[in-house]
């Protein structure tokens, strides 16, 4: 039998499964991907926050990720979580000559404001990491941490995206969930320009939006889908997703990446 695209995401472990490591696991068997993991950092994590977070050793990063790649292969990869410049800096190293797409979600807080990128790592993020992409996938507070551009408007979301690409990675996908009316997402290589536009639902349960979208990107690119068709269909598939969201404990509910199992299709 022929075996699926495999797709590797490098990032932290979310106790509670909603975003991290898990989420990227959930949403690349939804797409019908073979995932694998390489576990950057450990969190105590549930639907109010997170009550604690260790990061891995680098020789452990990196033994974790020779093991994947030297045997099973990728076709493609996704960062999350990378916590210290020590980690970023190691898993740039990696990805140097790994020949695949690469999709970076520069994960600085999480979704109930917790930090899980030490502040001195955003350099290495800019001058190591993002030069490696293929596609990076900040949000607005991640967009603002990495340029210093508060984003009110769409106008923004280009200046924003311009200085993003200045760093070096080939497509920018800017996420204006935070911005108020339509989610509307821009994706530009500097040359083409894509808005994406979704309805808005009226669902708090929104945990781990930022981990399934760039999960989602890195399955269409490792099933040969060109950039600006792989994000579309991520988009359209984390939508659904934010639709079904539910409540799970005491705080915010994940993104429900089963959504077409329970819709029955």
Partial sequence: MTAPPRVLTIAGSDSGGGAGIQADLKTMLALGAHGMSVVTAVTAQNSVGVQGAWELPVEAVRAQYRSVVDDIGVQAVKTGMLASPRLVTVVAELLADVGVPVVVDPVSVSKHGDRL?????????????LPRATVTTPNLDEVAELTGIAVTDEEGMRRASAELLSYGPRWVLVKGGHLPGAAVDLLTDGREEHWLRAPRHDNRHT??????????VAVGLA???EVPQAVRRAKEYVTEAIAAG???GAGIGPVDHGWRLRAGG
Avoid: E, M, P, Y
């Avoid at 945990?207 to 989602?216: N, P, R, Y």
């Fill in 246 to 248: 539910f409540a799970l």
């Fill in 117 to 129: 990128l030490a502040d001195d790592a955003l350099d290495a993020v800019r001058t190591r990491l």
């Fill in 207 to 216: 945990h781990g939006t930022g981990c399934t979208l760039a999960s989602a």
């Fill in 223 to 225: 099933q040969g889908l």
